[in-house]
């Protein structure tokens, strides 16, 4: 019988140094894990083709746009072809994110509601959760963290929104496995097969979206 755990998992936002080494070691350190790709938040490499990974392994650009919200716009039309993701902020931010077309992910906005979570519907943009502030957090701050991603997980079973699970990792000892991300989602009410889907379907796709055969919804070259 197939596991939930038998699917192809990705963390669409790790930090790494700005050079090929330290992003080398993430991949072979992910793979061991049971990921089959990364993305890298602002990379600065020139190009991520080259930095050598597992075999059948992928490496992404992420790009954290500017939390200005009269920038979103023209930042998404500058980076379009990585994965886009803002990270969540005051109310005005958070609505000029999900309001904007070619937006990926508005990751753990402390301020979201009604309002935001129906227009983030009607743009596709995923709502991501961090476990890696339930891991790296205490006392209240955590306490703060784990209320603010059981209110967004409220939202996004409403609306029916994608959700990506990420932990944020800033060194090897940060990632986690997929099972363990799981459990960490557990803690603010995420199904084991939210968490799955959170960590496989929803970022595939995204990345099948930023594919170059990818035009519209419903359009695809032949």
Same mark, same amino acid.
């Given at each position: 019988?197939?596991?939930? @755990?038998?699917?192809? @998992?990705?963390?669409?936002?790790?930090?790494?140094?700005?050079?090929?080494?330290?992003?080398?070691?993430?991949?072979?350190?992910?793979?061991?894990?049971?990921?089959?790709?990364?993305?890298?938040?602002?990379? $600065?490499?020139?190009?991520?083709?080259?930095?050598?990974?597992?075999?059948?392994?992928?490496?992404?650009?992420?790009?954290?746009? *500017?939390?200005?919200?009269?920038?979103?716009?023209? /930042?998404?039309?500058?980076?379009?072809? =990585?994965?886009?993701?803002?990270?969540?902020?005051? /109310?005005?931010?958070?609505?000029?994110?999900?309001? %904007?077309?070619?937006?990926?992910?508005?990751?753990?906005?402390?301020?979201?509601?009604?309002?935001?979570?129906? %227009?983030? $519907?009607?743009? *596709?943009?995923?709502?991501?959760?961090?476990?890696?502030?339930?891991?790296?957090?205490?006392?209240?701050?955590?306490?703060?963290?784990?209320?603010?991603?059981?209110?967004?997980?409220?939202?996004?079973?409403?609306?029916?929104?994608?959700?990506?699970?990420?932990?944020?990792?800033?060194?090897?000892?940060?990632?986690? =496995?997929?099972?363990?991300?799981?459990?960490?989602?557990?803690?603010?009410?995420?199904?084991?097969? $939210?968490?799955?889907?959170?960590?496989?379907?929803?970022?595939?796709?995204?990345?099948?979206?930023?594919?170059?055969?990818?035009?519209? /919804?419903?359009?695809?070259?032949?």
């Amino acid at each position: 019988m197939m596991s939930l @755990f038998d699917a192809r @998992f990705y963390d669409l936002a790790v930090h790494s140094l700005e050079n090929g080494d330290s992003t080398t070691r993430f991949a072979f350190e992910a793979k061991r894990y049971g990921y089959s790709g990364i993305a890298i938040i602002n990379p $600065e490499l020139n190009n991520l083709d080259q930095v050598r990974k597992p075999d059948g392994f992928m490496i992404y650009p992420c790009i954290e746009i *500017s939390a200005v919200p009269g920038k979103i716009r023209n /930042e998404i039309k500058k980076y379009g072809s =990585s994965i886009l993701m803002v990270r969540g902020g005051g /109310e005005d931010l958070n609505r000029a994110a999900v309001e %904007a077309e070619g937006l990926d992910i508005l990751m753990q906005p402390a301020k979201f509601n009604n309002v935001l979570a129906k %227009a983030a $519907e009607d743009t *596709s943009v995923a709502l991501g959760f961090n476990t890696g502030t339930i891991i790296r957090m205490r006392g209240e701050v955590r306490v703060r963290e784990l209320r603010i991603m059981k209110t967004n997980l409220m939202y996004a079973r409403k609306y029916g929104l994608r959700m990506i699970l990420t932990g944020e990792p800033s060194s090897l000892y940060d990632l986690r =496995s997929p099972r363990d991300m799981a459990a960490l989602a557990g803690l603010f009410g995420m199904t084991e097969k $939210e968490a799955v889907d959170a960590m496989s379907m929803a970022p595939l796709e995204i990345l099948r979206k930023k594919s170059r055969d990818y035009i519209q /919804e419903g359009v695809e070259i032949l």
